[in-house]
């Protein structure tokens, strides 16, 4: 028997659509607030996120992109072990992955200080 063909059926061997189904039904409920709560921080991010915008009078027509930059911060930070200074040099990463894309820097500063709480990194 091939390898391929003794991989496709041990999968099929394990593998059952019934299985999986009692499986999610049992962890269901705890997924769901898990979503509801990442849902939750995202929606409060965003909205920190447009009232830093409003009070640095960024055009309407550019706000999609910084919340672009803030929701990768959000993945980057939001339930991950990164945090302190690697977190820190990542942030200033796509700070300037932004930059370079034509946004204002000091306003990426901004979302990455007062949304965040992310200070620059030490040099």
Known sequence: MSDVTRRISRWKAKFSPDLAAQTTARIFADMTARYEASMLALNSMELNTKQVLSASGIDTMYIVFYLDFARQLFR???????????????AQVLLEKWA????????????????????????
Request: proline residues 10%; without cysteine.
């Open 76 to 90: 980057l930070s939001h339930g991950r072990s990164i945090s302190g200074p690697t977190l820190a040099r990542e």
């Open 100 to 123: 370079a894309r034509g946004l204002r820097a000091d306003v990426l500063a901004a979302i990455r200080y007062e949304v965040f709480s992310v200070p620059a990194p030490a040099p």
